[in-house]
């Protein structure tokens, strides 16, 4: 067990460009949480999984964003047509089962959008 | 949205001293966690607190909830040059059990 890994740890994009993250979960950990982080903030949540299923997503998430987390393993995180307005930190993180609050977070993807 | 908000935003101590955060909120919660985060890296989980308990210890940190305030406050003792990090409190609204609300952060300095 290694952690919650996150892929790639910095990405720079141009505007319009489509980018994609990667999170691995802690193996055992069926649920999985992406949040955005920006300077000098705490972290946004964006959206949730329960094993395969997309729980919730934030109601503030344009639908440039997208999650999905086939077999309920890695997940991936795509933004399309980016903004400048998207450069932050994204964050991964996951958690044991229902009751177990405690989140276990991954190092992060620094998005750039030039 | 953010439902914590921490106080201050930025603290600067001298090795040795204790160094203390405070945490409010908005709503009525199942529990209040804090988080570390040092710079440029993920967040870790440092304690968390349930609504029923006033007062929590785990090594060097001591967490006090008080929900008629609906404030927290994190004290670290005897801090080192290590401590020096953000933290973060983090909230979960009353009808959810996975969405966690953040506040913006305390940023901690140690000078040696």
């Known amino acids: 067990d290694t952690g919650v890994s996150q892929d790639p740890r910095h990405k720079i994009t141009k505007r319009g460009q489509n980018v994609t993250f990667r999170c691995d979960p802690i193996?055992?950990?069926?649920?999985l949480y992406w949040y955005r982080q920006t300077l000098g903030q705490g972290p946004e949540f964006l959206t949730y999984?329960?094993?395969?299923?997309?729980?919730?997503k934030s109601r503030l998430l344009s639908d440039r964003f997208s999650a999905e987390r086939p077999k309920g393993s890695f997940s991936t995180l795509e933004i399309q047509r980016t903004e400048q307005g998207d450069s932050a930190m994204y964050l991964c993180?996951?958690?044991?089962?229902?009751?177990?609050?405690?989140?276990?977070f991954g190092s992060g993807t620094q998005l750039s959008v030039l | 949205s953010q439902q914590g908000e921490e106080d201050p935003q930025a603290l600067s101590i001298q090795e040795g001293e204790n160094a203390t955060m405070n945490c409010s909120y908005k709503?009525?919660?199942?529990?209040l966690q804090w988080y570390r985060q040092n710079s440029g890296r993920g967040l870790v989980h440092l304690i968390l607190?349930?609504?029923n308990e006033r007062e929590k210890h785990s090594g060097r940190l001591r967490v006090t909830l008080d929900t008629s305030k609906k404030s927290s406050s994190l004290l670290i003792t005897a801090s080192r040059a290590a401590d020096t990090a953000s933290y973060f409190c983090a909230t979960d609204e009353w009808d959810s059990n996975y969405q966690l609300i953040w506040g913006a952060g305390t940023k901690l300095i140690i000078k040696p």
């Open positions: 607190i349930r609504s």
């Open positions: 999984f329960q094993n395969e299923a997309q729980l919730e």
């Open positions: 709503t009525s919660i199942n529990n």
């Open positions: 993180a996951s958690s044991l089962q229902e009751g177990d609050e405690k989140l276990f």
């Open positions: 193996s055992e950990h069926n649920r």
